[in-house]
């Protein structure tokens, strides 16, 4: 990693999981394997706030905890990259099984359950449906018949309040507001315990 840090991806330690290689590397990972509108990639960094942005719409009451889940759960994507849910499903497990373990490292460093409650798993499950039906739409060029066929509804959450988050913004922007994020909700839950 750029921090220095060496990572096993067969068998990740959460002591060797940084917040900034995180915040580095989801800032430098297209959505949409880079098919997007726009002058810049539409980052997974920036596709992870906006999964955080929908959960808060749609749940009111979440909590710090709740929104830092959200806000990493494409975390091992700074390391193994973005890979199209199509693709993702001809590929035997092995790919998943990296991908578990990596996020599981991910959760525990930041203290979290190793393995999120199933609601919890559920409520972002949808908002990132809800996101990428919105990405799909804005700036990937899918008609709304369409990106409701792969993703659903929109789930009562309108583009105005998450209008700022689809604007695809340089690396460095992306990285930044990233990590303000990650922190700020890390210190929130380390207040509440």
Do not use: C
């Not at 929104?67 to 193994?80: C, G, K, Q, S």
């Not at 990296?98 to 991910?106: Q, S, T």
């Not at 409650?117 to 972002?124: A, E, F, G, K, N």
Request: hydrophobic share 45%; glycine share 6%.
């Amino acid at each position: 990693m750029l921090s220095g840090r060496r990572l096993n991806l067969l068998d990740p330690s959460p002591l060797d999981v940084e917040i900034e290689d995180i915040a580095h590397g989801l800032a430098r990972v297209a959505r949409w394997n880079g098919q997007t509108a726009g002058s810049h990639a539409f980052s997974v960094a920036q596709h992870s706030l906006l999964v955080e942005r929908v959960l808060r719409l749609q749940q009111a009451g979440a909590t710090p905890r709740d929104r830092l889940a959200a806000l990493i759960h494409d975390a091992p994507e700074y390391v193994i990259g973005d890979m199209i849910s199509p693709f993702k499903a001809v590929i035997d497990t092995t790919y998943r099984d990296v991908e578990d373990r990596l996020a599981i490292a991910v959760r525990l460093r930041f203290g979290l359950p190793a393995t999120l409650p199933q609601t919890l798993r559920q409520r972002i499950k949808r908002a990132d449906q809800v996101a990428a039906y919105w990405e799909a739409v804005l700036l990937a060029g899918f008609d709304d018949k369409e990106a409701r066929r792969y993703f659903g509804r929109p789930g009562g959450v309108g583009r105005n309040p998450i209008a700022a988050l689809l604007e695809p913004w340089p690396a460095k922007r992306a990285e930044s507001d990233y990590l303000k994020s990650v922190r700020a909700l890390i210190a929130a839950t380390t207040e509440t315990v």
